[in-house]
């Protein structure tokens, strides 16, 4: 598919699914009226120039591409045939081989984006079948170029990784300002200037670090070498495990991803 087209999100209704239609329509890859949706129980109230619909697989019949943004474990509940058209799947842990068996298609992306594509700042990871065309790539790239940033990976397995790593989105810096902003609170700060202070340098680096050359070891190695606060406090963290609970972390969030493929 080569220009603008017909775009069908099952799952649409949900965060994902239109935290994706609103970049397409930002981005201008789908007209509104080319753009159909479903949802399951109410109709939402956004994105009132495209189509909405509880009927699955007449969005598919409306649309050239489809992106299927359930949940995993609702997945068997959406048996809709596809006929050789172009499927993107936003789910966690769906094998391809899967995908192309339930849904009559051998034109099949995973992607994993996460939950800053409601503010384009996403990061998504995708991977695709042989079937996939150059044109479904060019595709598939401007759409999760328009949620944030984008890249093609060589596996599956990749995928599963990053569903654990980047797919959690916030959810691992927020835990990581969650125990600061309690560590600084208990010392006698406010409550309102810890968080501030907490979300600005967390929100601070993130700017920093896509301007900068260095890459993270490097500016941690900086202010190491610089034997100063940051030192004491980094060295501390390490000495009582936190480059293993991290790693933990990541373990137990791929095992999980492999898991929930395995159970589908």
């Given at each position: 598919m080569s220009g603008k087209g017909r775009i069908g999100i099952i799952g649409g209704a949900g965060w994902l699914g239109g935290s994706i239609a609103g970049s397409i329509l930002r981005a201008g890859i789908a007209d509104p009226a080319d753009l159909t949706l479903s949802y399951r129980r109410s109709r939402p109230d956004r994105f009132a120039a495209s189509h909405w619909t509880t009927d699955n697989q007449l969005l598919a019949d409306r649309s050239d591409v489809v992106i299927m943004s359930v949940r995993p474990q609702?997945?068997?509940?959406?048996?809709?045939?596809?006929?050789?058209?172009?499927?993107?799947?936003?789910?966690?842990?769906?094998?391809v081989s899967a995908l192309i068996e339930r849904h009559a298609t051998e034109r099949v992306v995973r992607a994993l984006p996460n939950a800053a594509a409601e503010v384009c700042c996403s990061?998504?990871?995708?991977?695709?079948?042989?079937?996939?065309?150059?044109?479904?790539?060019?595709?598939?790239?401007?759409?999760?170029?328009?949620?944030?940033?984008?890249?093609?990976?060589?596996?599956?397995?990749?995928?599963?990784y990053l569903t654990g790593m980047s797919g959690t989105g916030p959810a691992f810096?927020?835990?990581?300002?969650?125990a600061m902003m309690k560590h600084a609170i208990a010392q006698g700060l406010p409550a309102d200037i810890a968080e501030r202070a907490v979300v600005t340098m967390l929100t601070g680096t993130g700017r920093l670090l896509e301007r900068q050359q260095d890459n993270p070891t490097d500016i941690v190695n900086r202010f190491v070498d610089y034997r100063g606060v940051t030192a004491a406090g980094i060295e501390e963290m390490r000495a009582s495990g936190f480059d293993e609970a991290i790693s933990n972390g990541l373990a137990a969030a791929f095992k999980k991803s492999v898991s929930m493929g395995d159970a589908s």
């Open positions: 609702d997945w068997g509940s959406v048996p809709v045939k596809l006929e050789r058209k172009l499927l993107i799947s936003v789910m966690a842990g769906i094998r990061y998504t990871p995708w991977m695709a079948s042989p079937g996939v065309v150059a044109d479904d790539r060019k595709l598939v790239r401007k759409i999760f170029g328009a949620c944030g940033v984008e890249d093609e990976v060589g596996s599956e397995t990749d995928i599963d810096p927020a835990f990581l300002a969650a």
